[in-house]
């Protein structure tokens, strides 16, 4: 799924100012689409605009592209799921330089069945990630971490959709 190329999308992404940090209101069709958008807008903090556009318009078999497979968690819960979720994409852009700019995600509901340390409400996040390269320069804004601080993940609405409110502390 593709938040930026999927017709049926009705999600999206805000960056607004919080103190001296900065937040994301992320709106998705779904949950994978929700950790979707949040991932573009965390892209949309840190990285040059203008090189941003460039590397989101990128083929999918172009070379300098990396697909990276991703298995997060068991976390407690969705809003847990968000903050490892976009703390791993940090990660990516502080240690590897790599930008994710979209993906195939599955949220997988899971229990203490499934998991070792896992509990009724746990969640695990996989999937394949593509990845591009940011060079130097592009990264404008050093994103320290997600937060827990005014998190909120609201869904399903009626309409299936999810929405959620972030902290990014930079």
């Known amino acids: ?3 930026g190329r ?5 999600g999206g992404v805000m960056v607004f100012d919080h103190t001296a940090d900065v937040g994301l209101a992320v709106k998705g069709a779904g949950r994978e689409e929700l950790f979707l958008w949040a991932a573009r807008g965390l892209a949309r903090v840190a990285l040059d605009p203008a090189w ?5 318009r990128r083929p999918g078999d172009e070379p300098a592209v990396r697909l990276l497979e991703v298995l997060l968690g068991p976390a407690p819960d969705l809003e847990a799921l968000l903050v490892h979720w976009l703390n791993h994409l940090i990660y990516l852009l502080e240690t590897e330089r790599l930008a994710v700019v979209d993906g195939e995600l599955t949220i997988e509901d899971i229990g203490e069945e499934h998991a070792e340390g896992s509990s009724p409400g746990s969640v695990r996040l996989r999937g394949t990630v593509r990845a591009v390269p940011v060079p130097p320069g592009a990264q404008r804004i050093a994103v320290k971490a997600a937060t827990f601080h005014g998190l909120a993940v609201k869904g399903p609405r009626a309409d299936g959709g999810y929405t959620a409110r972030i902290v990014l502390d930079v």
Not at 6 to 10: F, L, V
């Open 52 to 56: 941003l556009r460039r590397a989101e």
């Open 1 to 3: 799924m593709s938040p």
């Open 6 to 10: 999927s017709a049926a999308s009705t």
